[in-house]
């Protein structure tokens, strides 16, 4: 069964949805957050750093939305399996919460980008 793309809450539960987010990691409007992103793994190769996620706008977004710290499930290396990504779509309660706050908002995805105040 081929996977496709979808924006729906937790669907980065999917390992196939996290390939192909991985795969976009190249895309322009994504591309230098994710040499940021780098960057921060050389400077701190203790701390676990996670990707911006391509689904948002990336350089281009309007609007930064700064949450406090990575939940478990970003953690690509935790006992509970994450994507890697700070994403509205990661399988918790808490980005399923902001997927749909965000729909219910009417905010635009292409205009958003997520980050964290502790970013690892």
């Known amino acids: 069964m081929a996977m496709v793309l979808e924006d729906a809450p937790r669907t980065l539960h999917f390992l196939e949805a996290v390939a192909l987010r991985r795969a976009m990691l190249a895309e322009p409007h994504i591309a230098p957050l994710v040499a940021y992103v780098a960057d921060l793994r050389v400077r701190d190769p203790d701390w676990e750093f996670q990707e911006f996620d391509p689904l948002d706008g990336g350089c281009g977004a309007y609007i930064l939305f700064l949450l406090e710290k990575p939940g478990p499930m970003t953690s690509p290396t935790d006992k ?3 994507s890697g990504f700070i994403s509205r779509n990661n399988d918790d309660p808490t ?6 706050f965000m729909v ?6 292409k205009r ?4 964290n105040v502790i970013p690892g």
């Open 95 to 100: 980005a399923e919460n902001l997927f749909n």
């Open 80 to 82: 509970k399996q994450g």
């Open 104 to 109: 219910t908002a009417g905010v635009e995805r």
């Open 112 to 115: 958003t980008v997520l980050w």
